[in-house]
T-cell receptor
């Protein structure tokens, strides 16, 4: 059974600091997604990582994927308050029979304080 | 291009009633997914549909829950005889290729 584990689950940061969120998954998958969710809102797609070594950056966020280690990271550079949200990674179950069944981690609740 | 639309946004039901949740995918998307989110939890996959076909329903409870995506009209997630444990946010997503785009969700409260 595919499992996705994120850590930390809670993260309190000061503005201007850097930090990394980790996402480990238990079986082979070539597609990894990062989403952002604000309280009471829907999920916003941040990154789709499709191959080993993929790295994508958008503003202060950078995501990478190591399929051999089954690890993705979401790196936050010089955090600002607007980044406060819950961040989810998700892995495509992709067993050939049903691509699209995403398995989500529990989320990392990020709070950026002045 | 309008995003994924869901209605109602909030739904209150008493135990034993039926809940119907609707999802209209983004224009041109033929893949629809339903997920359930409990408070402080990640999303749990329920079902994946294409027009008139259920592709994967491995996350659907065996009883009381059903889903459809007819040739015309929105996808519908139906919960019969709701119980308190059904209270959750239900999100629909649609996709054309890899990325799933999520709707705003329906927050179901069972009294």
């Amino acid at each position: 059974e595919l499992k996705v584990e994120q850590n930390p689950l809670f993260l309190s940061m000061q503005e201007g600091k850097n930090y990394t969120i980790y996402c480990n998954y238990s079986t082979t998958s070539d597609r990894l997604y990062w989403y952002r969710q604000d309280p009471g809102k829907s999920l916003e797609s941040l990154f789709v990582l499709l191959s080993n070594g993929a790295v994508k950056q958008e503003g202060r966020l950078m995501a990478s994927l190591d399929t051999k280690a089954r690890l993705s990271t979401l790196h936050i550079t010089a955090a600002v308050h607007d980044l406060s949200a819950t961040y989810f990674c998700a892995v495509d179950k992709g067993d050939g029979g049903s691509q699209g069944n995403l398995i989500f981690g529990k989320g990392t609740k990020l709070s950026v304080k002045p | 291009n309008a995003g994924v639309m869901q209605n109602p946004r909030h739904l209150v039901r008493r135990r034993g009633q039926e809940a119907r949740l609707r999802c209209s995918p983004m224009k041109g998307h033929s893949h629809v997914y339903w997920y359930r989110q409990l408070p402080e939890e990640g999303l749990k996959f329920m079902v994946y549909l294409q027009k008139e076909n259920i592709i994967d329903e491995s996350g659907m409870p065996k009883e009381r829950f059903s889903a459809e995506f007819p040739k015309e009209g929105p996808s519908i997630l139906r919960i019969q005889q709701v119980v308190r444990g059904d209270s959750a946010a239900y999100f629909c997503a649609s996709s054309l290729k890899e990325t799933q785009y999520f709707g705003p969700g329906t927050r179901l409260l069972v009294l």
